[in-house]
C-alpha cells in the first residue's frame, strides 16, 4: 500500500464515540440552525468531535470506547471540516511514540496491505480514545457547571483551562 492509498483508507474510516455522549453532543453542536437555546452551540458534531479530541489529547488520557458500551458512527473523515483540522489531528497520532502506536514509521514502509489496515485500525482507535476521554470532561462539566455553557468563551475556557493545568 503506497502513501496516497494509505491515507484513503484512513479517510473513509467512520470514528465512533459511544451513544450515551449523544444527548450532549445534540446540545452543544450547531446542526444547521443558528442561535436559539439555552446554551451555545459550538459547531456541526464533527467539529464538537475534533474539539473533544483536543481536550482528550491535552488532557494526555486516550480511553478506548471498546467495551464501553453502544456506539454511534461519524461521517467518514475525509467529509469533516476544515480538512486542515483533520491532518493536524493526524499529525498528533502520528507523532506519538511507537509503544502508544504499536508500530514505527519504518515499519510502515514494510507492511503489507493487511497490516497497514490493522495500522489504520490502531490510528482510529487513538483518535475515539481521546476524543472520548474529551467527551467526558465536557459530559462532566456540563453536568456540574452547566451555567458556564451559556458563556460565548465556554468552549474557549474549557481548552484553555486543559492547556494551563498540563502546562503547570
Known sequence: ?????????????????????????????????????DYIKFGPFFQTYMYAFMIGYHL?????????????????????????????ILMLIFSESEDKLGFSWEELESMNDDECKAAVSTIVRRIEGYANTGLNYIQDKFNNEKDEFRSPQVFINFLRDVVDDKVQ
Not at 12 to 26: N, T
Not at 67 to 87: C, Q, R, Y
Request: with cysteine.
Open 1 to 37: 500500500m503506497n502513501s496516497q492509498e494509505f491515507r484513503q483508507e484512513i479517510d473513509i474510516k467512520r470514528p465512533r464515540y459511544l451513544a450515551k455522549y449523544y444527548p450532549l453532543m445534540e446540545t452543544i453542536s450547531n446542526k444547521g440552525t443558528t442561535g436559539g437555546g
Open 60 to 88: 494526555g488520557e486516550c480511553n478506548q470506547i471498546a467495551g464501553s458500551g453502544e456506539t454511534k458512527d461519524f461521517a467518514p473523515l475525509n467529509h469533516w471540516k476544515p480538512s486542515e483540522m483533520v491532518d493536524y
